[in-house]
């Protein structure tokens, strides 16, 4: 064709397809494009305005601003904080025989918790079902501590030989199955085990140390005493129960944090709220943090006996904290990075970088009147609560 030819009409509309298929392969697209919020991220003492382009499960972009049109779907974030998704260490998701556990994903969808931890609801024998009827199905991400020994209502069975015969059963089955099963749960206390308890956690320090497995443990009512309890925790290990404001606590009778406590906390053992139904005392709460003894997780302790009140979901207790001084950005912290890195089973998680997994919160801090409460029916009135206002996980909205 000479350069003064007339140009067709189907030559006309193909050049101008080509020029707009150029354009948009030049121009990065995403499944959603969050935008207008203020990006909250404590792992990288980020907090700015900024936009999230999310593709294929994965965090694509972090850019000043990024068009709605560039996304399949745009979500407009203006007035919320756009954080990591929340992980909650302590949680009970488990359906067995007690009827406890709480169904996750609807909980997850209201809360921001793209990441639950279920805190030994279940046996090595149950262990399977775990896999296959909870982890699996789940939109959200889920792991779990197996429980230290399945029931027994045998009589005539001594209990600590029971526990000490389940050892080799619940260390391998730990860690056949360690891309979901983080370590070892133990419930230490006169008010779950009796007489017993102490000897269940040597037990269970044994068997951790035989098959260099995390231990978390449970603490309430003594006997056995705090020092017992502290002389057995190895670095990673979490005691779970922190602000509880019972006689197995870490406050003493002055208010003051226990020495052996403090010993454990300097060689490496982390230390974890778990509200719960009985375990998150204002006032216990309020005494460590004035002498500077600050949880280094958050968590719900969750469960169907619970979760209409008095935790209700993971940023109710957030808010909780937050009215006893802590900061956002340091509750945030505490759901976020910290428990990401004891889950430590998916790269990134728990941070806003780019590759990260798609796990995102959109919370908002509202100002108002709010009554809270504790474990004991203790109340107060909060002028500042936390709120989610949209769960993505695995770059989907729930």
């Not at 296959?132 to 009589?155: E, H, Q």
């Not at 216990?284 to 979760?307: E, P, Q």
């Not at 505490?334 to 806003?352: C, D, H, S, W, Y």
């Amino acid at each position: 064709m000479s350069p003064t030819a007339p140009v067709s009409r189907r030559t006309f509309l193909g050049t101008l397809a080509a020029g707009a298929a150029t354009a948009w392969a030049a121009e990065e697209r995403y499944d959603i494009v969050i935008r207008g919020g203020e990006l909250c991220d404590p792992s990288q003492k980020l907090r700015r305005r900024a936009a999230l382009g999310i593709r294929d499960g994965k965090i694509a972009a972090v850019e000043p601003d990024i068009p709605a049109s560039r996304g399949i779907q745009a979500i407009d974030a203006k007035g919320s904080y756009v954080t990591p998704g929340l992980v909650d260490l302590h949680t009970h998701c488990y359906f067995g025989a007690t009827g406890l556990g709480i169904e996750p994903d609807p909980i997850a969808a209201r809360s921001g918790v793209t990441t639950w931890v279920d805190a030994g609801s279940f046996g090595h024998d149950q262990v399977e079902g775990f896999r296959r009827f909870i982890v699996a199905p789940s939109k959200a991400r889920i792991f779990g501590y197996v429980y230290l020994y399945p029931s027994s209502r045998n009589p005539d069975v001594a209990p600590v030989d029971y526990v000490r015969r389940g050892m080799r059963s619940t260390g391998e089955a730990a860690v056949k199955n360690r891309d979901i099963i983080l370590g070892v749960k133990v419930q230490i206390g006169s008010n779950m085990n009796g007489r017993y308890s102490l000897d269940f956690l040597k037990i269970a320090r044994e068997l951790c140390d035989k098959y260099m497995l995390p231990l978390m443990t449970h603490i309430s009512f003594s006997p056995p005493e705090t020092d017992q309890v502290m002389e057995l925790m190895r670095p990673g290990d979490v005691v779970t129960h922190c602000y509880n404001g019972h006689t197995l606590g870490i406050v003493d009778a002055n208010g003051k944090i226990k020495p052996s406590v403090l010993e454990a906390r300097a060689r490496g053992v982390l230390f974890d709220v778990g509200h719960g139904l009985g375990s998150f005392n204002f006032e216990a709460a309020r005494k460590a943090l004035a002498a500077g003894f600050v949880a280094d997780t958050i968590s719900t302790d969750i469960y169907n006996l619970n979760v209409n009140g008095p935790v209700f979901d993971l940023p109710t207790t957030m808010s909780k904290l937050m009215h006893l001084g802590m900061t956002f950005e340091d509750v945030l912290l505490r759901v976020t990075a910290a428990p990401a890195k004891i889950v430590n089973r998916v790269p990134l998680l728990g941070t806003l970088a780019v590759g990260a997994p798609a796990d995102v919160a959109l919370l908002q801090v509202e100002e108002g009147e709010f009554q809270l409460v504790d474990s004991q029916r203790n109340k107060v009135d909060a002028r500042r609560r936390v709120v989610c206002r949209e769960t993505i996980c695995r770059g989907k909205a729930m």
